[in-house]
């Protein structure tokens, strides 16, 4: 409904701007929490043009603005025009949830969107970095669908170069440990090869010969390298279910080594390809310095002549294509999309994200210096499990494993979530789990607090909304009306942590809501009244929630 008004007030400025002869202009709408429900800065746009204070520009704005149904009034409040919603808007804001439940959010998107996300080497186990990239991208994805759009999640798995090249030299010179979950077997192995090598850096021949018989189509070594990658991605793929993450699609690096010719060919005819030994990219046209290898002298090809092949691939499949990458990938994801504009091809949106880090320090897969993913979900949830135990002891040992789980992934997805991406972090897993902070446990307990009102009576859905003209009422219901916008911000500037900050929000206006008002005592008319409200605040709860990725639990 927000997106509704948003638009009614937009109609309102433009046709009081040519009553009042002023220059079309952006509109500059703003919501200023405390001040109005939204606030045009027109005023601010308009004074250099009109050469007049902002303060008279906005009066003169508000004095021919028309009336319309759902904004209950407009003012002028210095150089700020400021818009409130009418009753109106509330009643359709609470009918617009129940009947669109499930749905509510979308804001009728269209287009298919393909979004690549994790893509870790299968070299070891995940680490919360690469957890950090996975959650931000399924957030997405779940965004980006109930806004609308079709989505197509991938995984772009390395399945060559000299990291996997080492991995398959490892098992055939170690011993694999079987016993060991797979991704966590594959590090040891890394490890080894590593150490080895260090020491007798002449077996890296036996590296290079690898990656060689691998290009050339060497059957039997291009069968020990799929092995070697689907073994440690059986592991990796355990971690990413617990996280309540999948991937629609995988996609092998290997699958572009057809395409390498023709792109390296078309970039010689455009004059901005050049060999001497190996193969290289001028972009000093788009002020890049450094030149971009496409092969390597030896005849083989690099990883970024194979990810530009599979750029041009998704291009041709999709409206959209964002990719999730770590902020170290900066350089080489501009040298691509540069390229990509030489091969008349649009760019991805990319979302770069800061590092991660634990308390423990640093991690490095190749000397084993590591704390993986599945070490840290591990610690969350026993410590889950600790809470829950304390608060419910009366709940069965299945029921308290259930809560732990669904609790504890939910803390840590929140956690790496409201952080903005622009921002490196410390990802401590004691603070996710906090009950009294607001994380992830406490969105999941408002969801709860809810689900726990509805199932102690039954709403029959007649009620009379006019009743409802609390301070507390009015904010969630207005709060309840935003999430379309949130969903239409998430994809358009594809930043989670806005979506997290907004659950948050209406996480803390329910638990206000809840505690001044009472709902299964009031009298029968404004019970059923607020019992919508419940209802509505539930609705919104839970699709938030599914869009953070975290289980709306019912009972905690």
Known sequence: MFLTFREHVKKLLTEALGQCEYPSSDLALTVKPGYADLTSLIAFKL?????LAPQEIARNVTQHLGSDEL?????????????????????????????????????????VVILEHTSANPNGPLHI????????????????????????TQYYVNNMGRQIALVVWGIMNFELNGQRKSDHATADIYVKANADVEVHPTKLGEIRQLMQRFESGDRDVACLFKDAVEFCLRGINQTLKSLHVSHDRYVWESEF?????????????????????????????????????????????????????????????????????????????????????????????????????????????????????????EKVTEKAYDEVDKRRPTLSEQEKRAIAQAVGIGA???????????????????E????????????????????NILKK??????????????????????????????IEDVTVNLSVSVLASYARELAEAFNQFYRFMPVLSAEPEMRSARLALVTCARVVLRNVLNCLGIEPVDSM
């Open 457 to 486: 009576t039954t709403f029959d859905y007649q009620y009379e909304p006019e009743l409802l003209t609390d301070e507390y009422e009015i904010k969630l219901i207005k709060l309840c009306a935003q999430f379309p916008a949130v």
């Open 71 to 111: 904004v209950a009034r407009a003012e002028a409040s210095g150089p700020y025009v400021n818009f409130f919603v009418s009753d109106d808007y509330l009643r359709r804001t609470l009918s617009a949830v129940l009947e669109e439940d499930q749905n509510y959010g979308r804001v009728d998107a269209e287009g």
């Open 129 to 152: 970095g690469h957890v950090r990239n996975s959650v931000i991208g399924d957030t997405l994805a779940r965004c980006l669908r109930q806004a609308g759009y079709r989505v197509e």
């Open 432 to 451: 996710a789990l906090d009950f009294e902070r607001q994380g992830g446990p406490f969105l999941q307990y408002a969801h709860a607090r809810a689900s």
């Open 412 to 430: 840590t997805r929140y956690d790496l979530l409201k952080v903005s991406t622009d921002k490196p972090m410390v990802f401590d897993w004691t």
């Open 257 to 377: 080594l057809d395409d390498i010719d023709g792109i390296i060919d078309e970039l010689k005819s455009h004059g901005v390809a050049e060999s001497d030994g190996s193969t290289h990219v001028d972009l000093s046209s788009f002020g890049i310095g450094k030149d971009l290898v496409v092969r390597r002298s030896d005849g083989t090809s690099v990883y970024a002549t194979r990810d530009i092949a599979y750029h041009v691939w998704k291009a041709g499949r999709c409206n959209r294509m964002i990719d999730v990458l770590g902020a170290d990938h900066k350089l080489n994801a501009l040298q691509v999309g540069k390229v990509l504009e030489l091969l008349s091809i649009n760019a991805p949106e990319v979302v770069f994200f800061e590092f991660v880090s634990l308390p423990e320090g640093s991690m490095s897969t190749r000397r084993g210096h590591f704390v993986s993913a599945d070490e840290v979900l």
């Open 47 to 51: 004074a250099p043009v009109l050469k």
